[in-house]
T-cell receptor, first 114, second 114 residues
Framework: DTEVTQTPKHLVMGMTNKKSLKCEQH?????MYWYKQKAKKPPELMFV???????INESVPSRFSPECPNSSLLNLHLHALQPEDSALYLC?????????????FGQGTRLTVV | AQKVTQAQTEISVVEKEDVTLDCVYE???????LFWYKQPPSGELVFLIR??????QNEISGRYSWNFQKSTSSFNFTITASQVVDSAVYFC???????????FGTGTRLTVIP
């Protein structure tokens, strides 16, 4: 099973809403990631969790709040987002915590902020 | 500084033609890792290959082949006898031995015309 599952696939939210994106992997991977991808751009790293601890936060605004409840799950809590936050949010996982291992990505959540 | 350049923004080929996607990288690391990912319209990034900096052997996998040349800092990707299902955005990425942070190129959108 080399699958990373993300829910929901699509999300429309108002600027005052609170919502959460969910990600799950059952590959025993020890690193999990959130990426943000705007249209026609490459993915941009937001957060990295290594062994369930936040190891990288790429200066992401506090309206994005990650959470790693256990080694298989990764959440991204959203609050008071702006329209410019509309993007594809990709979750990924990898067996290693260094740059020498490939990451496996989910299909993403297409977020629209209205 | 890490940098990946994919100079070809968009390429169109007719089915069954061969096509090469270029990737040029910059890094000060002596040990590093190069990756290719495919992103079809569904959004998921699909891992294709990882190459270590100390292994310059070229690789072939079915219709796909990769040419790694350290002398020119290039890691090019060739699809032989292209098919419509190859239509996607292809990203080249660079990873180091430090924390797992992939540096993506800007991507090349390949369209295979039937």
């Amino acid at each position: 099973d080399t699958e990373v599952t993300q829910t929901p696939k699509h999300l429309v939210m108002g600027m005052t809403n609170k919502k959460s994106l969910k990600c799950e992997q059952h590959m025993g991977h020890r690193a999990m990631y959130w990426y943000k991808q705007k249209a026609k751009k490459p993915p941009e790293l937001m957060f990295v969790y290594s062994y369930e601890k936040l190891s990288i936060n790429e200066s992401v605004p506090s309206r994005f709040s990650p959470e790693c409840p256990n080694s298989s799950l990764l959440n991204l809590h959203l609050h008071a987002l702006q329209p410019e936050d509309s993007a594809l949010y990709l979750c990924a996982s990898s067996s290693g915590i260094r740059g020498n291992t490939e990451a496996f990505f989910g299909q993403g959540t297409r977020l629209t902020v209205v | 500084a890490q940098k990946v350049t994919q100079a070809q923004t968009e390429i169109s080929v007719v089915e069954k033609e061969d096509v090469t996607l270029d990737c040029v990288y910059e890094t000060r690391d002596t040990t590093y890792y190069l990756f290719w990912y495919k992103q079809p319209p569904s959004g998921e990034l699909v891992f294709l290959i990882r190459r270590n900096s100390f292994d310059e052997q070229n690789e072939i996998s079915g219709r796909y082949s990769w040419n790694f040349q350290k002398s020119t800092s290039s890691f090019n990707f060739t699809i032989t006898a292209s098919q419509v299902v190859d239509s996607a955005v292809y990203f080249c990425a660079l990873g180091g031995t430090g924390a797992n942070n992939l540096f993506f190129g800007t991507g090349t959108r390949l369209t295979v015309i039937p």
